[in-house]
């Protein structure tokens, strides 16, 4: 997928799913979620400003178009039932194929349609959910002046400079508890019903950040595994071929959080991680050094940075490689 995509480096992109349109929850209350069709865009703090306010700009934008069109549509949205329960845009995550392609320099997308899964044929709507597609097709695709407005865009945040600071911890939040109102399908009324809510979670909040490093380097120990994954990326690297001092930050797994997290809505395995401050340390021959004066540079801190909630430390074969006090292989270069 990142092979096609870096051959291809594509201008739009689209992610297309389909969603519960009456799942149990749903139905628990008498709802049924209202949207045929909903859209979100790109959202990851580490993907150029210019981009992600180009994607929301198509969102929003096609709230008329489509209701216009007779597709019901609204901005993408998951969670429960309103009120009570807590609803948010898209995750937040750099590796799914949305925030993926974002970074790579796409104005990028997810669609995804409602299926009634419990009716007795979830496919007799199908026709009007490929319908409303095409229509959102059209409307991501543009003008000719749209399109030319995106390449340009595009190209130019394909230059820009690294931020300062990557965002570490993110989460969707209320700012200063606004009410908004979803609509939804009342089942016992058969109709369209507003409620207001508390509860939708649509402004990103950072938690935490932390400067961005000039490079990461890899303990020479684990050189081999490190090297198929920067590979896959198409990250560039280079190895070390004499052992080296490097004034290195060392960073350390305090724990794994493996459950999901209720209060915050957090998906689960949550990596906690602490700098330590910066020292010389020595690395061997084979070890990886990957500077972030790179193309890619945005996918190899996705990657690559220790110190993201959640990153590589989640999975048993990375988390096999730390060393016994908690010391994670990949290290921070000021």
Known sequence: FYRAARQI???????CHEFTR??????????????????DGMNHPLIPRTLRNLALAKVESAIPLLNSAGFPFAPYRVGGPPPEEETRPSTLEPDD???SLGTLGAVSFIIEAAIRRSAPDPQAD??????????LFDHLLGTP????????????????????????????????GKVSTLKV????????????????????????????????????????TFRSLLEHHGLIFRELANAEKIKTERCRLVRLEASYD???????????????????????????????????????????????????????????????DGTLPVHRLP
Request: net charge positive; proline share 7%.
């Open 145 to 176: 002046s749209s399109r030319a407005q995106i390449r340009t865009a595009v190209e130019q945040a394909r230059r820009e400079p690294l931020p300062a600071f990557i965002p570490t911890n993110m989460f969707w939040g209320n700012v200063q």
């Open 22 to 39: 009456d799942n149990e929850d749903f139905r628990k209350a008498g709802l049924e979620r209202w949207p045929l069709i909903t859209l």
């Open 185 to 224: 399908n009342d089942l016992a009324g058969g109709k369209v019903v507003t409620l207001p809510t508390a509860n939708e979670m649509s402004d990103l909040v950072v938690k935490a950040s932390v400067p961005t490093p000039k490079a990461y380097v890899i303990d020479g120990r684990v050189a081999a």
């Open 9 to 15: 480096q594509p201008h739009v992109a689209v992610d």
């Open 126 to 135: 199908l026709g009007l959910r490929v319908a409303a597609h095409l229509k």
């Open 262 to 324: 209720e209060l915050y809505q957090r998906y689960e395995n949550r990596q906690i991680v602490a700098r330590v401050p910066a020292r010389e340390a020595d690395f061997s021959a084979g070890s990886l050094v990957v500077s972030l004066d790179q193309p890619l540079a945005r996918r190899a801190i996705q990657v690559l940075e220790p110190c993201l909630l959640y990153g590589l430390y989640s999975h048993p074969e990375f988390r096999a490689l730390t060393l016994s």
């Open 97 to 99: 194929g949305r925030n």
